[in-house]
């Protein structure tokens, strides 16, 4: 283990290791995928080729533009329904089972948007639903995930990585949509499923990555799996079992994850929380700022 010492008082600072990153990372990639199914879809749905494949060049304008609105309220939908799909997902199953089950929706959504070859668009629809649900439910559950294997100092740093690829990935699926119309010609149905099949690869990566991270020590303590529990921080903080500085962090888990169920067991209401000053003032943070990215 790495060790740095402080001028101030000598004691030991741990140097956070490559697996908490990676595993923040692969957490943020649900950020990606939200990102780039919203920065992509615009650019995608004027398409001369999209257009001409969906048979959508033939309708009148009042049509096209009902069609087209069809196409970004189904995602809508789904995302919607996907928040509350992940909660007892997250809750139940786990937190990385969370992700992995985000992750096979939106894959199994963008893989159903590009198997059509007849143009029907009732096909393209199912495969955005269930796009959304998948963004949905990894939106809900990537920000709980990171911010419980992150340790107080880094929360802030690691939670901002999620809304850093949030924006990125929609800078490149706008831009995308717009190199990809002008690097195909009109005649060419790449023109459309090349910024339709980019949305695999996040999806697969997300995939592929919730394999190699552990659950949140968070989530074992709530149901008293402790061995776990410390299993998984000593994974994320690349220390030993026993390690004087990992069983500290683990006391700390313990004893929130024992507020956290005698909160429940006096079951407040969600307005009597919101209420509170600190959640109040909290709460209006997060609200503003999620209005505000969307304006």
């Known amino acids: 283990m790495d060790m740095v010492l402080t001028a101030a008082n000598f004691l030991p600072v741990t140097i956070l290791r490559r697996s908490l990153y990676l595993a923040a990372i692969v957490a943020c990639l649900t950020a990606a995928l939200f990102g780039y199914s919203v920065g992509f879809v615009g650019g995608v749905l004027v398409l001369p080729s999209f257009l001409h494949?969906?048979?959508?060049?033939?309708?009148l304008p009042h049509d096209l533009a009902a069609a087209q609105a069809r196409i970004v309220t189904v995602w809508?939908?789904?995302a919607l329904f996907g928040v509350p799909l992940g909660v007892p997902i997250s809750s139940g199953w786990g937190r990385r089972r969370c992700l992995t089950f985000s992750a096979l929706l939106y894959v199994s959504g963008a893989a159903l948007q590009l198997v059509d070859r007849g143009g029907h668009l009732s096909v393209f629809n199912i495969g955005r639903l269930l796009n959304g649900?998948?963004?949905?439910?990894?939106?809900?559950?990537?920000?709980?995930?990171?911010?419980?294997?992150?340790?107080?100092?880094?929360?802030?740093?690691?939670?901002s990585g999620y809304q850093t690829a949030l924006q990125l990935s929609a800078l490149v699926g706008f831009w995308g949509a717009y190199a990809s119309h002008a690097a195909f010609p009109s005649s060419s149905p790449l023109q459309w499923q090349l910024p339709v099949a980019i949305q695999l690869l996040p999806g697969v990566f997300l995939l592929l990555g919730t394999f190699l991270?552990?659950?949140?020590?968070?989530?074992?303590?709530?149901?008293?799996?402790?061995?776990?529990?410390e299993g998984s921080l000593a994974w994320l903080r690349a220390l030993p079992r026993g390690d004087l500085e990992l069983e500290r962090e683990l006391d700390e888990i313990r004893e929130a994850a024992e507020a956290g169920e005698l909160l429940q067991s006096e079951k407040p209401s969600f307005l009597s929380e919101a209420r509170k000053r600190g959640v109040r003032k909290r709460l209006g943070v997060g609200i503003g700022l999620m209005i505000a990215q969307n304006m």
């Open 76 to 78: 809508l939908v789904g």
């Open 133 to 159: 649900l998948g963004v949905g439910a990894g939106t809900l559950v990537s920000p709980m995930y990171i911010s419980e294997i992150s340790p107080p100092s880094e929360r802030g740093m690691l939670m």
């Open 213 to 229: 991270i552990p659950e949140t020590p968070r989530f074992y303590a709530e149901r008293g799996q402790f061995d776990d529990a």
């Open 53 to 59: 494949h969906f048979h959508l060049d033939a309708l």
